[in-house]
């Protein structure tokens, strides 16, 4: 695995939730922010799977807990956010991850199995979001900066940005989720200091999107077509997090010193911190992957 291009302490005092952290993409997330010095507390439904994700955590000495829970359930929810809260002593990174996916040709789906991934993906996302809120909002700017607002990001897929065979239930969901990514940037952003972005990961090896859709055998053939000729690593994802969390990406104020004048024709508008900048995006991390096309 290559090295981190990040300094490892640049999410240091940070606590994440993750849904979904326990296995594949999610975990990998986990794992990264982790190194990079935050807390982990992951959800997820099976136990079993939240278990191991966190020994394997403890056992590179990153400080971890985890919930079952089913994101589907506001109970759930509110319960996994206040106990992260209660363990950790704060909340700053929102991660949804948690997703439910199958092949499955339009007509042959009812509308129960179009509704449960929608539930998962969509208003799973908006839900956490929603009990995490009073968790991330500013503490105030300018008397304590560790506790201004926190950051979501929201795993999405670029399946809807065009039309993807057997995937109209994930594809509907995805687009919910990039809705909800931009709604809340702006109301949050605005209201609260609380960034909100997505990243949208393309066919990413090793992983139950794969092999659920039956990729993997395809890929090597794929691949020839692909602008960089290669299938993503999770390791890839989980970088795009780190940035999106980061100082890089957003505001983790080291020093008063960083303070900086915003002025406008000479007249200063307001004193903040460099950085905090990337808000209401989904950040493609595939390749090239979803707008390539042969070459004529
Ligand atoms: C047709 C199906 C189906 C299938 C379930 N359903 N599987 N319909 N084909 N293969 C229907 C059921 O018949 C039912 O409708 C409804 O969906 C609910 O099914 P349940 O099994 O009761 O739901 P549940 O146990 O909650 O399981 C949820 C799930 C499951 C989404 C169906 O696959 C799951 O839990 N997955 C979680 C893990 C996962 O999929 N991870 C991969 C994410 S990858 P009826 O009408 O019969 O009641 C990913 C990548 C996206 O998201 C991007 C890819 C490029």
């Not at 993409?25 to 959800?43: D, F, N, P, R, V």
């Not at 008397?143 to 999405?156: R, V």
């Not at 808000?279 to 992957?289: C, K």
């Amino acid at each position: 695995m290559v090295e981190s291009p990040f300094k490892p302490e640049i999410l240091r005092g940070k606590v994440a939730l993750l849904t979904g952290g326990g296995s594949g993409i999610g975990y990998e997330i986990s794992l990264q922010l982790g190194k990079h010095g935050a807390s982990i507390a992951i959800m997820g439904r099976r136990k079993h799977v939240v278990d191991s994700a966190v020994s394997s955590l403890k056992s590179v000495g990153i400080p971890a807990i985890g919930f079952e829970g089913d994101v589907r359930k506001r109970d759930d929810a509110a319960r996994v956010v206040e106990s992260t809260f209660k363990h950790f002593g704060r909340l700053d990174i929102l991660v949804n991850a948690a997703a439910g996916n199958f092949l499955v040709p339009s007509e042959d789906l009812s509308s129960n199995g179009f509704r449960t991934v929608m539930d998962i993906d969509s208003v799973g996302t908006f839900t956490m979001c929603l009990e995490a809120l009073k968790y991330l909002k500013k503490g105030g700017l300018g008397k304590d900066p560790s506790t201004a607002g926190g950051t979501i990001i929201n795993i999405s897929a670029t399946l809807h940005y065009t039309a993807t065979w057997y995937q109209i239930h994930v594809s509907a969901a995805k687009a919910a989720v990039d809705s909800i990514t931009r709604n809340l940037a702006l109301e949050w952003g605005t209201d609260y200091d609380i960034r909100v972005n997505g990243i949208a990961p393309g066919p990413i090896g090793d992983t139950a999107g794969m092999s659920k859709l039956g990729l993997e055998g395809i890929a090597s053939e794929a691949m020839e077509k692909m602008p960089l000729f290669k299938v993503g690593e999770k390791w890839d994802i989980a970088m795009a997090a780190v940035y999106i969390a980061s100082d890089a990406g957003g505001f983790f104020a080291t020093a008063y010193g960083d303070l900086v004048c915003n002025s406008y024709k000479g007249l200063v508008q307001e004193w903040s911190y460099p950085g905090k900048y990337v808000n209401g995006t989904t950040l493609v991390v595939d390749g090239g992957e979803w707008l390539s096309k042969p070459r004529h």
